[in-house]
């Protein structure tokens, strides 16, 4: 059981969350929003997994499965409301969708 | 279950139905009959009353003598019932009881009789007024009240019915709503009686630190220590003065004469405000064993017996004359309980509850008749056109004055000698004052009969009176006080203590006079001339100045100033309680009320406001700001975990 250090893969997580981080502050589609979402949380679970692997500990892959299914609701939801803008053929541009503006 | 029970409570029950039936009909039954319903409802109490008095009679165990004894177990010829535990506070309950026993029957007889009697007067009296429903469920709400204040088996049912009375009283007084100066008698009245509800309930909470209880038997029997008695008997001495108007919280009653006149004939002259009378006769024990505070009710009985008695003399209007010789009679009753003659007290409140009523109906007749005309200036003469109440005026003046056979010579001047004889120097004080009183009452009494009913009548008189079809009034108020007129001639009757006592042996059980206070046959007779001469000499003296004009009525610009302004008691209070109250008042308002109570709400909103407007700036409604807040604050936590490491 040997493979590269847990220190990889938490850079790699690191990285993978900085781009969706990234992604979600500057990108104005929508679904690439979504997208970038997904990528925050899956480097997320990537932390866990290698830290789960590091210690010996199963918890932290049972976390990265409740973060898959949260995940998965989430981009029901976001999903759901890409198709209600569209179908009210409003744009998907987040920047235009500012009526919460107080 | 004997019919004493029964009684008791079909009495106490059936004007408390009639009002609720009243309420609950509203606009849907004519007034017709909300008069009727309430007429009725009395009546039969006025039934539940005589059963009662025939249950406790059949329990009477003859005409012995007074028992005189030291331990006053109470009732000794009567029956508590009780319903149901109504309070309990750990070992402390009070139950909903009733005493039924000589005294209480006495006065259930009393309320419901002449109150059926006046609410049957109310009838004609109230006919065409707009609120007619109102007024009849109030009345039949007073008798309840007044019912279950004589009727309550322990102190706290007896201040119950005390404070109910006060309401229905100031609900009464104020029930011409419109009219400012009948809204500033009521509240004059609920607050002066009000006052007197707390004194007994200091009074009741110093004997339930004492005993644990508000029976009656419990706490008459109880030995408190001297200073605790003292206090209990001055609370409740305040409670019975101001119900009973005298001095010094007597200055609400002839206010309250505002009201409709039956009002006055039935709360303020026959039943409610001899309640204080009742008081002091049903804890007599707790009163004699602070013998110094039972004669400064009988002191404050002789000083407004004269002090009223002074101020009728100068009064206009005709009600208020009435109004002030009820305190003054009020004041005879004190003289009477608080010398110990409880049975006398207790007689007078009876002749006086028939007497005092006539003279109120009479006086209603009068102006129902002429327009509502008071002002006994005006009403001259106005005996030739009313004779049924012209004759019915004087024998209720007659039984007032005391001339034998009218029932007041029968009940008033067993109080004087019973004065007399104490034999001590406050004895011989109230035996002059209750004399020059009873002179008093001659002169004031019939100065407003030579002023009113006798000679041609007035302009005015001609002019305002109109009868109702042909006779002086409706039959419903005429039946009445023809029925009055014969019990304030013959009530009297019922006893004469020199020669027979049955009312006296009646109450015995109940409230046995003390034997300092029992005169003997030569007092008696002795005070009853003294009593009668100067009745009399009160009666020839106004029949001099104000029928032949003979004597002319003395200047002495004081004396009338004095009396017009009654004694300046209502400038004093004024002066000691309203305005600094007033003052108090308007400074709080200027001061605290305006800068800080009324200025916190909008302080508030105004706050909330500006500080939305500010944050408001922050939501853009942009995603992308909303997310950098939430990194950036998640980083701050991240950053001050590390650092704090």
Redesign the interface.
Same mark, same amino acid.
């Given at each position: 059981m040997s493979g590269p250090d847990v220190a990889w893969y938490l850079a790699l997580a690191a990285v993978l969350f900085g781009i969706g981080?990234l992604g979600?502050?500057?990108r104005r589609n929508t679904l690439v929003?979504l997208l970038s979402l997904e990528l925050m949380l899956n480097a997320g679970n990537l932390a866990l997994i290698a830290l789960s692997r590091h210690f010996h500990n199963g918890a932290g892959q049972i976390f990265a499965l409740a973060v898959m299914a949260v995940a998965a609701s989430e981009v029901c939801v976001g999903l759901g409301l890409v198709v209600a803008l569209n179908r009210r053929n409003l744009s998907l541009d987040?920047?235009t =969708?500012?009526? =919460?503006?107080? | 279950m004997t019919g004493l029970t029964y009684g008791s409570w079909l009495c106490l029950l059936a004007p408390l139905a009639g009002t609720i039936l009243i309420l609950l009909g509203g606009s849907r039954i004519p007034r017709l009959a909300a008069a009727w319903i309430a007429t009725t409802s009395v009546f039969v109490a006025f039934g539940g009353a005589v059963w009662a008095f025939f249950g406790v009679h059949s329990q009477h165990q003859g005409p012995e003598l007074l028992p005189l004894t030291s331990q006053v177990t109470v009732p000794a010829h009567g029956e508590i019932t009780t319903a149901w535990t109504w309070l309990q506070s750990g070992n402390f309950h009070v139950g909903l009881q009733l005493l039924v026993d000589p005294l209480s029957t006495v006065m259930m007889l009393i309320v419901s009789g002449v109150g059926g009697l006046i609410v049957l007067y109310s009838i004609g009296y109230m006919d065409g007024d707009e609120e007619e429903r109102r007024y009849f469920a109030y009345i039949a709400f007073f008798v309840f009240s007044m019912l279950l204040l004589v009727e309550g088996g322990n102190l706290l049912m007896l201040l119950v019915g005390w404070g109910l009375v006060g309401l229905s009283s100031y609900l009464l007084i104020g029930f011409w709503h419109d009219r400012p100066s009948a809204v500033r008698a009521a509240k004059k009245a609920f607050v002066m009686n009000a006052f007197g509800d707390a004194t007994m309930a200091l009074a009741f909470f110093i004997l339930i630190a004492h005993t644990n209880s508000l029976d009656f038997g419990v706490n008459f029997n109880a030995h408190l220590s001297g200073t605790a008695t003292n206090f209990v008997a001055l609370g409740l001495l305040g409670g019975a003065v101001a119900k009973s108007a005298q001095i010094p919280l007597q200055t609400w009653l002839p206010d309250a004469m505002e009201g409709p006149t039956p009002v006055s004939a039935l709360i303020h002259a026959a039943t409610m405000v001899t309640a204080g009378v009742y008081l002091i006769a049903r804890t007599y024990p707790l009163f004699e064993h602070a013998r110094t505070i039972q004669l400064i009710a009988a002191g404050a009985g002789a000083l407004t017996l004269l002090v009223a008695g002074l101020i009728a003399l100068v009064q206009t209007d005709i009600k208020r004359v009435i109004a002030y010789s009820t305190m003054s009679q009020i004041g005879y009753m004190f003289v009477g309980v608080g010398v110990g003659a409880y049975a006398n007290g207790v007689f007078h409140l009876l002749t006086h509850a028939f007497f005092k009523a006539l003279l109120f109906m009479t006086a209603g007749l009068v102006i129902h008749a002429v327009a509502n005309e008071q002002d006994i200036r005006k009403l001259r003469g106005v005996g030739r056109l009313m004779p049924f109440t012209k004759w019915c005026f004087l024998v209720g003046a007659l039984a007032l004055v005391g001339i034998p056979p009218f029932s007041g010579f029968f009940s008033k001047d067993p109080i004087v000698a019973s004065a007399a004889a104490l034999g001590t120097w406050y004895g011989w004080i109230f035996w002059v004052c209750g004399v020059a009183g009873a002179f008093l009452t001659g002169l004031y009494t019939f100065r407003l009969w030579y002023l009113v009913f006798p000679g041609e009548p007035s302009p005015f008189v001609r002019e305002h009176y109109h009868d109702h079809h042909g006779r002086e009034g409706a039959w419903t108020m005429l039946v009445p006080v023809g029925i009055l007129a014969v019990l304030a001639t013959f009530a009297g009757w019922l006893q004469w203590t020199p020669r027979w006592d049955p009312f006296t042996r009646w109450l015995a059980p109940a409230a046995p006079s003390l034997a300092a206070a029992v005169p003997t046959d030569t007092q008696e007779y002795f005070t009853s001339v003294a009593v009668v001469i100067a009745g009399l000499a009160g009666l020839v003296l106004a029949w001099a100045i104000y029928s032949e004009r003979r004597i002319a009525i003395p200047a002495a610009p004081f004396w009338r100033r004095l009396f017009e302004e009654k004694f300046y008691f209502d400038w004093l209070y004024d002066r000691i309680f309203y305005e600094p109250a007033v003052a108090t008042a308007a400074f709080l308002r200027r001061e605290f009320e305006e800068p800080v109570v009324l200025q916190t709400g909008p302080d508030v909103g105004n706050t909330t406001l500006a500080t939305g407007s500010l944050?408001?700036? #922050?939501?853009?409604? #942009?995603?992308?700001t909303y997310? #950098?807040f939430l990194?950036a604050g998640a980083a701050i936590v991240v950053l001050a975990f590390l650092i704090a490491r």
């Open positions: 981080a979600v502050l500057i929003v987040v920047d =969708l500012s009526e =919460l503006r107080g | 944050v408001r700036r #922050l939501q853009t409604g #942009l995603l992308r997310v #950098l990194a």
